[in-house]
């Protein structure tokens, strides 16, 4: 009882902390639906311990788990299709690369066993997790406190009923980004299983490496768009 308490409460702040970094990774808010975040925390907490422990399919738990962020950033949030899938696997894989790199730090001075990274309870376990909650949301308040982060994807809710170009440039690389992240995370479960933790990393860090290049790639269309609207103004005026 003591073990499913500590595994649904620790699934509450790690749901919470990557749905945080996800949205102050690009620079969306956070207090305004703190309510609708909270729930589904609480919800997806309690989904991964049905998965994990009472159904026993603990391998199908972070690709539905992504997909159910999707869903709330498209139904609870307002934000489009293709950029909460973008959003969501670019702060995901963030998210996965931070855990790895805790629990090399935490192998690496004996915290840890190498099997560890497959636990659902135990002491390293409830350390590398509780860890990367405190990293994560650090790292959430910095960004913003200082504004760091990327801004093209508009506050939601979007405007769903105009239309969207998806052959324009932009929305062609981030319907890349999300499948290469969604692949991403299905090739997660194999290596995870496998505990090849150094591929896992490798993996992981490339398809953030992509993501973020095509984030910079989305403020800087975002940017050029809004000087040429601009432009196109004192044209007319």
Do not use: W
Request: glycine share 8%; proline share 3%.
């Amino acid at each position: 009882m003591l073990s499913a308490f500590l595994y649904i409460s620790l699934g509450v702040f790690d749901a919470l902390a990557a749905v945080i970094l996800v949205l102050k990774l690009y620079m969306l808010p956070v207090r305004e639906y703190r309510r609708k975040i909270l729930f589904y925390a609480i919800g997806i907490a309690l989904f991964s311990f049905l998965m994990r422990e009472v159904i026993g399919l603990p391998k199908l738990d972070l690709p539905l788990q992504y997909l159910l962020m999707v869903i709330f950033f498209r139904f609870g949030l307002g934000i489009k299709t293709h950029l909460a899938a973008f959003s969501a696997g670019s702060g995901l894989t963030a998210y996965i690369n931070l855990q790895l790199f805790v629990f090399l730090f935490a192998y690496f001075f004996g915290v840890a066993e190498p099997g560890a990274i497959n636990d659902t309870s135990g002491s390293s376990i409830y350390v590398i997790q509780l860890t990367s909650i405190i990293i994560a949301c650090f790292i959430s308040y910095i960004m913003g406190k200082y504004n760091f982060g990327f801004s093209f994807i508009i506050q939601p809710p979007h405007d769903f009923l105009r239309a969207e170009n998806y052959l324009s440039s932009l929305n062609k690389m981030l319907i890349l980004g999300a499948l290469i992240s969604a692949v991403t995370i299905f090739i997660t479960l194999y290596m995870l299983y496998s505990s090849n933790t150094i591929g896992l990393l490798s993996i992981s860090l490339l398809t953030f490496g992509v993501s973020y290049f095509f984030s910079e790639r989305g403020d800087y269309e975002d940017a050029r768009s809004a000087i040429t609207v601009h432009r196109n103004g004192n044209k007319k005026s």
